[in-house]
């Protein structure tokens, strides 16, 4: 009995001492000049109901607070905002002191030089180099004749196959990429690197716990790997003297490009390359296949766009730059598969200083996330917002307007957007034409917190 009622005043004190604990953090933050919201437990926050209820949880507190709040997510206090014209303002202003708020530990394994981990006049030199790199010019002339000529082998021989579209997709993501950057060398180091670049991103999104066997240690090895492949390659194609058509090539000619970096900041640049066009490319096009799938009308009007380009061509032509830019239906397929399936949540900013947003004054080092789950969904902007119609998105004027956070905005709008989607158009391209397919079935996807099919997702495949 006495150890019952023991057992018992442990218990009432401890929710009691949790229930001061809870009171005490939102007191703690309660001024008023922060905007309403809640905050959780000391430390932890609110992370496991973000976690845990995902994109519920955000609309519930936009329904008790609005479309801009405070919270305690992921280690930092956090303003969530999804208000479209809020979200412009933050976007347009890094040089206020809204500078990129990605975790210090995933900027640790992409680099010093890595482009989110930069600001100011090192950021512009970076986003300028990168930018000389994947220019329309450079797009139409270098970028797509190898785009083509990767999809239209990564893609063949598919028939009367069961294949998981997710690694595939994951696959291509990075080999096409990886030819991009590093032209016919390419396929020689493809085998070492691509199993380093796996690890090197599953760190990036891993708890940072640098203990030996976990994912963060891992992928700091695996860095440290994909920098030593890198430069060596870099200090071959030195001594060959001989100068590449490739991204690696360009950014190594003095002559003609006029954004010098140095060998670190070049090999920074290529895994932001690698890395900023994986996941986003690899799912949308996943994405892509499965709305394709479930949505036979859409299939058929894309594929009539891609026979339409085929008919003109023998077997043994490329794709040129008229041809893409002639696959309206695709780009608006795209669109409508990464607003519906909300292929990227949001961007993460932070404060330099304490600064006045929407009326309130923010602290230094709080988070903003710019969500922009809600806003894809608000039928404001897209009537019939959870259907997949990718018609809507033939009225161009809807890729202009601050509801389209597809790509980011502002300072820091995606500078791959015409890239990825020259990939994902290219892929549809050469797998519409070639094959019909259908689900396995069973396989679960993932939406929140990112999205994905923890176990594949297989389709079969025959010809068309
Ligand atoms: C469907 C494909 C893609 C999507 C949905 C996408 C999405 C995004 C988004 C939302 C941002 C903004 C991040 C922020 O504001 O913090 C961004 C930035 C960026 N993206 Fe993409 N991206 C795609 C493809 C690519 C590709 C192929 C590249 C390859 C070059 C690329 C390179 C970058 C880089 C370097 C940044 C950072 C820009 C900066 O900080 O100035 N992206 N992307």
């Known amino acids: 009995m006495a150890f019952f009622l023991v057992v018992v005043a442990v218990i009432f004190g401890l929710c009691m001492l949790s229930a001061a604990l809870f009171r005490w953090n939102e007191i703690r933050y309660s001024n008023k000049s922060l905007p309403p919201g809640t905050m959780g437990w000391p430390l932890f926050g609110e992370t496991t109901q973000f976690l845990q209820q995902g994109p519920s949880f955000m609309q519930n507190q936009r ?9 305690h997510i992921l280690g930092c206090p956090t303003i969530v905002s999804m208000d479209p014209e809020l979200n412009g303002y933050i976007l347009i202003n890094e040089a206020k002191g809204l500078v990129p708020g990605y975790p210090q530990s995933m900027l640790d394994i992409l680099g010093k030089y890595n482009i989110a981990a930069v600001h100011g006049a090192a950021h512009k030199h970076m986003r300028g180099a990168l930018l000389s790199l994947i220019s329309p010019t450079m797009i139409r002339d270098q970028i797509l004749p190898k785009i083509d000529e990767f999809m239209r082998s990564h893609w063949s021989n598919l028939e009367n196959n069961v294949i998981d579209i997710q690694e595939k997709t994951k696959e291509m993501a990075f080999l096409s990429s990886l030819k991009q950057i590093a032209g016919i060398q390419s396929s020689s180091i493809a085998q070492e690197i691509m199993p380093e670049f796996f690890k090197l991103v599953l760190g990036t999104i891993s708890l940072p716990i640098n203990l030996p066997n976990t994912n963060y240690r891992r992928s700091f090895q695996a860095r440290k790997n994909i920098v030593s492949i890198l430069r060596k390659l870099i200090e071959d194609r030195r001594t060959s003297k001989k100068i590449q058509q490739d991204m690696l090539g360009f950014m190594m000619n003095e002559e003609t490009n006029r954004y010098k970096l140095t060998d670190d ?15 986003t490319v690899s799912t949308t096009s996943m994405m892509a296949i499965k709305y394709l799938h479930d949505h036979p009308k859409a299939l058929d009007e894309l594929r009539k766009e891609h026979m339409a380009i085929r008919e003109k061509k023998r077997p043994e032509d490329p794709i040129d730059y008229n041809d893409y830019k002639a ?8 669109f409508e598969t990464s607003r519906l399936a909300t292929i990227v949540n949001g961007v993460l900013r932070k404060t330099t200083q304490d600064m006045e947003l929407n009326g309130y004054i923010i602290p230094k080092g709080w988070r903003i996330y710019v969500y922009a789950r809600e806003v894809n969904y ?12 990718p018609w809507r998105w033939l009225d161009k004027s809807l890729e202009y307007q601050n509801s389209f956070l597809i790509f980011g905005g502002g300072t820091r709008l995606c500078p791959g957007k015409e890239l990825g989607v020259a990939e994902i158009s290219t892929f549809l391209h050469y797998f519409v034409t070639r094959y019909r397919w259908e689900e396995v079935g069973g396989d679960k996807l993932m939406k929140f917190p990112r999205v994905q099919a923890p176990n594949g997702l297989r389709i079969r495949v025959s010809t068309y």
């Open 63 to 71: 329904a008790r607070y609005g479309n801009f709040f405070k919270s």
């Open 265 to 279: 900041e070049m090999i920074d640049q290529i895994i932001t390359i690698l890395y900023s066009g994986y996941e």
């Open 327 to 334: 696959m309206r239906f695709t780009r608006a397929v795209i």
């Open 378 to 389: 608000d039928s404001r902007f897209y009537p019939d917002a959870y259907t997949f119609n």
